[in-house]
């Protein structure tokens, strides 16, 4: 069998057969900031430095799709949500302590931002146009949309804030204010779309059991996943979601969002999640970004990758980091996570398996 490119590799496991190896699809973008010697506070404001440090960092490694990402605060700022760039090492943050928010019923009168001229949307949709005529003939790319329609609303509204009118707001009011957020994530997912992408993602980590009673999760958040992923695949493109934290509690749920990709963090069992999810569902993960990525050593991100493969038997798997990979990461670290990806991913010994 002839040697993939990192497409047709991910493309292959996306339709459901074994590739020649396992494919390694990392969150990389603090890393590959680091790799490419830019201040991240410098390439969130420049789509082509943003391509460039994705560029780099892959040809460096030899890992087979990129994740366009910078920050959690992209979408929010375009709502009207104010950004604080406290360090130009770290990505921005929004200030919930004077939220764009104050009250759900606002949304109403609120316009969808246009991702091809609201803040910096325009920026990452560059990256995401850049990186695809630069690479994406021979490496996956996945252009995030930034925060799914619960992060939005606790990032516009302020999360303290938004957590107690849970409790205190009628359910409709706040079941149209995610509607609202639904829509400004759609309205960004459809033009990173139009740029090239071969799949998009959100990030709903508020949403998880970390924060919010899975019970409240079925109430509030997962309809407009559900919905959201309906649209965007009708759209025509694979959609992929990542919920911070750990999700056990939550994935028979998130199941029913029919995602594509689910991302995993690496507080969740890779096996248990195999044995929950369909078949045709990729499951992304889950090494820990901390460690062993960050501190631990080359052989026990060996040992993990083996756990991993070997929990999964290698079906539907994108290997990846659990979440985003930081700049501390150790070089040898991530090679030795594409390297185990190879030896012990291979085609042969998955059908070992």
Not at 31 to 55: P, W, Y
Not at 280 to 303: C, F, W
């Amino acid at each position: 069998m002839r040697e993939m490119t990192g497409l047709e590799r991910c493309k292959t496991v996306l339709d459901g057969d074994l590739a020649d190896f396992v494919p390694v699809v990392p969150q990389t973008f603090m890393f590959a900031a680091e790799t490419a010697g830019f201040k991240i506070g410098d390439i969130a404001r420049d789509g082509r430095k943003m391509a460039e440090s994705h560029v780099i960092s892959q040809e460096k490694y030899g890992y087979d799709g990129c994740v366009i990402d910078i920050d959690d605060a992209t979408l929010a700022e375009a709502c009207g949500a104010k950004v604080l760039w406290d360090n130009p090492d770290e990505p921005a943050v929004i200030d919930e302590h004077n939220p764009a928010v104050t009250d759900l019923r606002q949304f109403e009168d609120m316009e969808i931002p246009d991702p091809l001229s609201s803040a910096r949307l325009p920026v990452w949709l560059e990256a995401t146009r850049s990186l695809v005529d630069r690479i994406g003939d021979r490496i996956f790319v996945m252009g995030r949309a930034d925060q799914g329609p619960f992060d939005l609303l606790c990032l516009l509204r302020g999360t303290q804030n938004f957590m107690m009118e849970l409790i205190t707001e009628p359910p409709e009011i706040i079941w149209k204010a995610l509607d609202w957020c639904r829509e400004a994530n759609l309205a960004f997912a459809k033009a990173i779309a139009d740029e090239g992408a071969h799949a998009t993602s959100i990030g709903d980590a508020y949403a998880g059991p970390n924060l919010i009673h899975p019970d409240m999760y079925r109430q509030f958040a997962l309809e407009h996943e559900i919905t959201l992923s309906r649209q965007v695949r009708e759209y025509g493109i694979p959609w992929s979601m990542h919920i911070c934290g750990d999700t056990t509690a939550i994935l028979e749920d998130m199941a029913k969002t029919r995602a594509k990709i689910i991302e995993l963090d690496w507080q969740v069992d890779m096996a248990e999640a195999r044995g929950i999810f369909p078949d045709d569902v990729v499951l992304m993960g889950n090494i820990d970004p901390s460690y062993p990525l960050a501190h631990g050593t080359p052989n026990e991100v060996t040992e993990k990758v083996i756990e991993i493969i070997n929990g999964t038997r290698g079906r539907g798997l994108f290997l990846s980091s659990g979440c985003a990979m930081g700049r501390n990461t150790r070089p040898e670290n991530m090679k030795a996570m594409v390297a185990a990806a190879k030896t012990y991913g291979s085609r042969e010994r998955l059908l070992e398996l």
